[in-house]
Nanobody, 129 residues
Framework: QVQLVESGGDSVQTGGSLTLSCAAS????????VGWFRQAPGKQREGVAA????????NYADSVQGRFTISQDNAKNTNYLIMNSLKPDDTATYYC??????????????????????WGQGTQVTVSS
């Protein structure tokens, strides 16, 4: 089993920056990919970014490409989502997810919530105009 805990959510103004963290515990050696998802009220959960923990291949949603960066520190069992140039549309609860496989990072299905076995409880990001 793997436990994930997100942190770093906050309220910021348009154009601001935040760094979200996802700390993993438990059977961390089994993790092969980590993804960040977000869900705004009344909307479906959507993929934001994902990374293969060994190899470093990354994927981003078009809406965040060039503004967000995902990174993995295997020594600390922590994943980071660095968010710059935030917009009101980025307002959502952000969830970290982990999987024991990484094939979806390479075949294009990284944004499928069903590809991940483990989920955190979420952290709120609010961007005001």
């Amino acid at each position: 089993q793997v436990q994930l805990v997100e942190s770093g959510g906050d309220s910021v103004q348009t154009g601001g920056s935040l760094t979200l963290s996802c700390a993993a515990s438990g059977s961390t050696l089994s993790i092969r990919s980590v993804g960040w998802f977000r869900q705004a009220p009344g909307k479906q959960r959507e993929g934001v970014a994902a990374i293969a923990t060994y190899g470093g291949r990354t994927n981003y949603a078009d809406s965040v490409q060039g503004r967000f960066t995902i990174s993995q520190d295997n020594a600390k069992n922590t994943n980071y989502l660095i968010m710059n140039s935030l917009k009101p549309d980025d307002t959502a609860t952000y969830y970290c997810a982990a999987a024991q496989r990484s094939w979806m990072i390479y075949d294009g299905n990284w944004y499928d919530v069903g590809s991940y076995e483990y989920w955190g409880q979420g952290t709120q990001v609010t961007v005001s105009s």
